[in-house]
Nanobody
Framework: QVQLAESGGGLVQPGGSLRLSCAAS????????MGWYRQAPGKQRELVAS???????NYVESVKGRFTISRDDAKNAVYLRMNSLKPEDTAVYYC?????????WGQGTQVTVSS
């Protein structure tokens, strides 16, 4: 049973930065596109960044130029570097494969952007 665990969230002021990490208990990264999702209060969960096994990345328009997704398959880890954070980035952030597998959702990590 694969488990994904997110970490690195917190409270940050607008314009600040955070680096999220996702670790998998099993070796799923090598074969799958990995993604970071987020869910803000009252909104649907959305995919904000994805990375193919060959390193090609995609981002939702609202985070382009501010967020960077990366992966380390040897460590079964995927990361999300978030710069120039805005209050609208406030959400619980999750990692999962793309498209997501229901049984892979972890607890997520809360990111709050507020002054």
């Amino acid at each position: 049973q694969v488990q994904l665990a997110e970490s690195g969230g917190g409270l940050v002021q607008p314009g600040g930065s955070l680096r999220l990490s996702c670790a998998a208990s099993g070796s799923i990264f090598t074969f799958y596109t990995m993604g970071w999702y987020r869910q803000a209060p009252g909104k649907q969960r959305e995919l904000v960044a994805s990375i193919f096994h060959n390193g090609i990345t995609n981002y939702v328009e609202s985070v382009k130029g501010r967020f960077t997704i990366s992966r380390d398959d040897a460590k079964n880890a995927v990361y999300l570097r978030m710069n120039s954070l805005k209050p609208e980035d406030t959400a619980v952030y999750y990692c999962n494969i793309v498209p997501p597998a229901g049984n892979y959702w972890g607890q997520g990590t809360q990111v709050t952007v507020s002054s």
